[in-house]
């Protein structure tokens, strides 16, 4: 199993990091805005733990949208 990391920066506004957490991780509201505040304080978050080609179709998603957007929105994978 490998855990979807998403990591801060400072251009990606906040409300289309909620919106990616709510849409291709199926975060609810309050989850998606507290794990932006998280990645916002500590750099870095969890955004659930999957198998690697769903880890990989997740991060592939998320960095498509956030580049048709003009975002530099990052997602990395680990090993669990």
């Not at 805005?33 to 592939?60: D, P, Q, R, S």
């Not at 530099?72 to 090993?79: A, D, R, T, V």
Request: hydrophobic share 40%; net charge negative; glycine share 4%.
């Amino acid at each position: 199993m490998y855990k979807v990391l998403l990591h801060n920066d400072d251009y990606t506004p906040r409300e289309f990091v909620v919106e990616i957490l709510m849409s291709i991780f199926s975060k609810s509201m309050n989850s998606a805005i507290n794990l932006m505040w998280h990645v916002h304080k500590n750099g870095i978050g969890v955004c659930g733990v999957y198998t690697f080609e769903v880890a990989e179709t997740k991060i592939k998603q998320v960095t498509t949208l956030a580049r048709e957007n003009g975002f530099p929105l990052k997602l990395s994978m680990e090993e669990e």
